[in-house]
C-alpha cells in the first residue's frame, strides 16, 4: 500500500512494508504477516549516501517532520531538500505497524493480551528489515531520542548496516530501576481497569489516562510544572491548572493510542540491555564504529545525565553534549534549537575527520 505526495519542494512518502517471511523474535516467538508503516521525505542520491534515519519514541509515529519540528523538516538542519530522511514506526505501536490489534493470522482475531512480547532488539531487527527492502546499506546519520535511542544502540551494535554518524539522544545503554518502576507503576494503573482484560479495542483506557499522569511526572520537572501551571490566584480551592493539565494528557493520548501498544512498548523499554549476550555492556559500547554524539538533559528525571555520560565514556572517541532547560527528558523534543547548534557542529567536525581520512588514504 503506497500514498505519494509531491509537495513544491520535496517528496514525501507513506507507505507499507509486508514482510513475506516469519518474522522470528529474541524470544524465539513468533510473528506471521509483519507489516512496517514509513514515511520517507526527499529523494535517495545516486551514491545513496544521503540518508538520514530517524528511530522514534514510546508513543510516536512515523511522521518525524510532524513529532521533530525545527530539527526535520525544510529549513531545518535536517531537510528533506538534501537528505533522504526515513522514520518507520515499530513493532507494537498502532499507527500502520503490526501491533496488538492486528488481526492474529491463525485466529483471525485481534492479538489483544496474547501478542508476543518483544525487545528492543526485535525494533532494531525490524529497521534493518526494512533498510534491506529499500536497498539501503549505508546510513549517513542514525539518530534517535529515549527509547529511539535505545533502538538506534542496538541497531548500531547489530551491525547489519553501515552507519556513519550516531546521534544519542536523553537515551540510555540499559534501561534503570528508576525507570522500570515508572513502567510497572504506568501498566499497574492500566491493568486495574477491568475493561483491559475484555478484548475490547477501546479495552483499559481509563487505565491508559492513568498511566500519562503517571508518565508526565518523569517526563517534566517541577520547575517546567511552576513555569506552565501555577495559579495566578490565591483564593482557589479546586479545579487547580495542573489537575486540568494531568487529565487533559491523558484523554489526549487516549483519543490517539491504546492501551495494548503502551502495555508492550513499555516491556520493550524495560528489556534494553545492550550487555544481554554480550560480554559487558561496556563492552559492547567499546565495538560501535560510527562517529558518536551523546547529548543528554541536564534536568531529566527519566534518563538522568550520568546515564548519557556513561555512553560517552565508554563509545570510543564519542561526543558529549548536554542540554539545560526547564522541560527535563522532553526537552530532546522541545528544544530544537539547542540540538540543531549541538548536532550541526557535531556533523561539521564529522566531515572534516571525513576528509581527512580520505586526503590521508589518497
Given at each position: 500500500?503506497?500514498?505519494?505526495?509531491?509537495?513544491?519542494?520535496?517528496?514525501?512518502?507513506?507507505?507499507?512494508?509486508?514482510?513475506?517471511?516469519?518474522?522470528?523474535?529474541e524470544?524465539?516467538?513468533?510473528?506471521?504477516?509483519?507489516?512496517?508503516?514509513?514515511?520517507?521525505?526527499?529523494?535517495?542520491?545516486?551514491?545513496?549516501?544521503?540518508?538520514?534515519?530517524?528511530?522514534?519514541?514510546?508513543?510516536?509515529?512515523?511522521?518525524?517532520?510532524?513529532?521533530?519540528?525545527?530539527?526535520?523538516?525544510?529549513?531545518?538542519?535536517?531537510?528533506?531538500?538534501?537528505?533522504?530522511?526515513?522514520?518507520a514506526?515499530?513493532?507494537?505501536?498502532?499507527?500502520?505497524?503490526?501491533?496488538?490489534?492486528?488481526?492474529?493470522?491463525?485466529?483471525?482475531?485481534?492479538?489483544?493480551?496474547?501478542?508476543?512480547?518483544?525487545?528492543?532488539?526485535?525494533?532494531?531487527?525490524?529497521?534493518?528489515?526494512?533498510?534491506?527492502?529499500?536497498?539501503?546499506?549505508?546510513?549517513?546519520?542514525?539518530?534517535?531520542?529515549?527509547?529511539g535511542?535505545?533502538?538506534?544502540?542496538?541497531?548500531?551494535?547489530?551491525?547489519?548496516?553501515?552507519?556513519?554518524?550516531?546521534i544519542?539522544?536523553?537515551?540510555?545503554?540499559?534501561?534503570?530501576?528508576?525507570?522500570?518502576?515508572?513502567?510497572?507503576?504506568?501498566?499497574?494503573?492500566?491493568?486495574?481497569?477491568?475493561?483491559?482484560?475484555?478484548?475490547?479495542?477501546?479495552?483499559?483506557?481509563?487505565?491508559?489516562?492513568?498511566?500519562?499522569?503517571?508518565?508526565?511526572?518523569?517526563?517534566?520537572?517541577?520547575?517546567?510544572?511552576?513555569?506552565?501551571?501555577?495559579?495566578?490566584?490565591?483564593?482557589?480551592?479546586?479545579?487547580?491548572?495542573?489537575?486540568?493539565?494531568?487529565?487533559?494528557?491523558?484523554?489526549?493520548?487516549?483519543?490517539?493510542?491504546?492501551?495494548?501498544?503502551?502495555?508492550?512498548?513499555?516491556?520493550?523499554?524495560?528489556?534494553?540491555?545492550?550487555?544481554?549476550?554480550?560480554?559487558?555492556?561496556?563492552?559492547?559500547?567499546?565495538?560501535?564504529?560510527?562517529n558518536?554524539?551523546?547529548?543528554?538533559?541536564?534536568?531529566?528525571?527519566?534518563?538522568?545525565?550520568?546515564?548519557?555520560?556513561?555512553?560517552?565514556?565508554?563509545i570510543?572517541d564519542?561526543?558529549?553534549?548536554?542540554?539545560?532547560?526547564?522541560?527535563?527528558?522532553?526537552?530532546?523534543?522541545?528544544?530544537?534549537?539547542?540540538?540543531?547548534?549541538?548536532?550541526?557542529?557535531?556533523?561539521?567536525?564529522?566531515?572534516?575527520?571525513?576528509?581527512?581520512?580520505?586526503?590521508?588514504?589518497?
Open positions: 500500500m503506497s500514498k505519494n505526495i509531491n509537495t513544491e519542494n520535496f517528496n514525501t512518502a507513506s507507505e507499507v512494508y509486508k514482510y513475506p517471511k516469519i518474522f522470528k523474535l524470544s524465539g516467538k513468533k510473528l506471521r504477516n509483519l507489516e512496517i508503516a514509513y514515511q520517507t521525505y526527499g529523494k535517495l542520491n545516486a551514491n545513496k549516501d544521503n540518508v538520514v534515519w530517524a528511530c522514534h519514541a514510546l508513543t510516536a509515529n512515523a511522521d518525524v517532520l510532524d513529532w521533530w519540528k525545527g530539527l526535520f523538516g525544510e529549513n531545518a538542519l535536517f531537510n528533506p531538500k538534501d537528505h533522504f530522511i526515513i522514520c514506526n515499530i513493532i507494537g505501536s498502532n499507527y500502520g505497524t503490526t501491533n496488538p490489534l492486528s488481526e492474529n493470522p491463525i485466529t483471525k482475531q485481534p492479538y489483544y493480551l496474547s501478542f508476543p512480547e518483544f525487545t528492543i532488539r526485535d525494533l532494531a531487527a525490524a529497521h534493518h528489515l526494512l533498510a534491506t527492502h529499500l536497498g539501503i546499506t549505508q546510513i549517513k546519520t542514525l539518530i534517535g531520542g529515549s527509547l535511542g535505545q533502538q538506534v544502540l542496538e541497531w548500531s551494535l547489530a551491525g547489519t548496516n553501515t552507519i556513519e554518524n550516531l544519542l539522544v536523553a537515551t540510555n545503554a540499559v534501561h534503570s530501576p528508576w525507570g522500570i518502576a515508572f513502567n510497572e507503576s504506568q501498566r499497574l494503573a492500566i491493568s486495574t481497569d477491568r475493561t483491559f482484560y475484555a478484548n475490547q479495542p477501546a479495552g483499559g483506557l481509563k487505565g491508559l489516562k492513568v498511566a500519562r499522569s503517571i508518565a508526565l511526572l518523569s517526563y517534566r520537572t517541577y520547575q517546567a510544572y511552576n513555569d506552565t501551571q501555577l495559579e495566578s490566584i490565591n483564593d482557589k480551592t479546586g479545579d487547580y491548572r495542573a489537575a486540568s493539565y494531568q487529565n487533559y494528557q491523558g484523554e489526549k493520548l487516549c483519543k490517539r493510542f491504546n492501551a495494548y501498544s503502551y502495555w508492550y512498548l513499555s516491556k520493550a523499554m524495560d528489556s534494553h540491555n545492550v550487555g544481554r549476550g554480550r560480554k559487558s555492556i561496556t563492552d559492547a559500547l567499546s565495538k560501535l564504529k560510527a558518536t554524539l551523546v547529548v543528554g538533559i541536564e534536568n531529566d528525571v527519566l534518563f538522568p545525565i550520568n546515564e548519557q555520560q556513561f555512553l560517552a565514556k565508554h570510543t564519542a561526543t558529549f553534549a548536554s542540554i539545560n532547560c526547564a522541560y527535563g527528558h522532553d526537552g530532546f523534543l522541545i528544544e530544537t534549537d539547542k540540538l540543531t547548534n549541538i548536532i550541526g557542529n557535531f556533523l561539521k567536525e564529522s566531515a572534516n575527520k571525513k576528509i581527512i581520512k580520505l586526503s590521508r588514504t589518497a
